[in-house]
């Protein structure tokens, strides 16, 4: 791994008095972060205390009954900090809380000192950002100025990317991902990281630059840099469409790179005999793997046309999807629509779908 600003880290003092830190964060890659500083505040002194602001809780499942916490909000109730919530969508008319610990209240102190926001979701208006008596930062999984932006994970995914990392950014005034670059780290992405799997090592990495940075936070907001922004690209959004397969328009490697990165998110999708199915357990086979494929199925007229069923009636554990640039992509689940998820054989038995007369539609 590479870093950005830690090369005198050995030679220097901890200058920086403990911190309160106001934590704004709501997901699975936000826990990592402040867990790490939940660990710090125990056994070092520069952290004072840690009080969390997180989104409003969502109404999920069918029919939007079930009401779902965070997981920063679980363990920040699981671990009795200070709970603030949002309000939805804006922060605009937010005013941010006074801290709430024993020594604050005692004094009548009423700002923070250090605002740490990570995959929050919100921006954060200057009235907020200039609260900070010691500034703010995030915890960013790229490599700023690349990939600015929601979905910097799941971008680099699809886009074959080989090499990642972690910013620790102040928070900019007006854009979000400008702020100055108070330290990086870069590391290789495994050929095989699905989202998950690749939010997992970042998160770890960025929760343990983010107390790293801390420790010296004078020297690295002196010693701050600017983002080029000739070399700023985007990372937006990840929509529901993306999943969505037309299978004249999309290669096997193209499909590989879109199931392991976003498929946590929203299923690959397609239609079948007029319905919706998504597939699941999906891989992209070695070009030996797809050979032995067709010379097992050699005495089957087969259509390859994208779209494609195809499969060894010796071993129903997969089926596989011709592409539009005539390779195979390999499938061991699949979810009918309003069914649950089974298996291919059970699919195949099921739905009597015949290799290489069958195929899925477009949508």
Known sequence: MNYFGAQQNKQLKKVSPPYRILFFGSDYFSLESLIALVDHQKSEGTVKSIEVVVPPDRRTGRGLK?????????????????????PPK?????KIPKPRD??????????????????????????????FTKGSMNVHPSLLPKYRGAAPIQHAILNGDQETGITIQELHHEIFDAGKILRQISMTIPSDSTYQSLESILAAEGAELLVDTLRYLDYFQVNAQEQDITKVTKAPKISKDMAEIKWNQITADRLDKLYRAISHQYPITTNFIEKRIQLHNISLPSELKQQKIRNKIANIKVNYSPGTIIYDSKSLDSIYVTCN???LIECRSVKMERKNEISVKDWINGYGVESGKMKFESL
């Not at 804006?90 to 937010?94: K, N, P, S, V």
């Open 102 to 131: 024993l020594e604050a209240i005692h004094f009548d102190i009423d700002s923070f000192d250090i605002g740490v926001v990570v995959s929050f979701g919100y921006f954060l208006p200057p009235v907020i950002l200039e609260s």
């Open 90 to 94: 804006t922060l605009q008319a937010w």
């Open 325 to 327: 640039d005539d390779k």
């Open 66 to 86: 079930t009401i779902t916490q965070s997981p920063v909000k679980l363990f920040a109730q699981d671990n009795n900090l200070i709970i603030h919530e949002a």
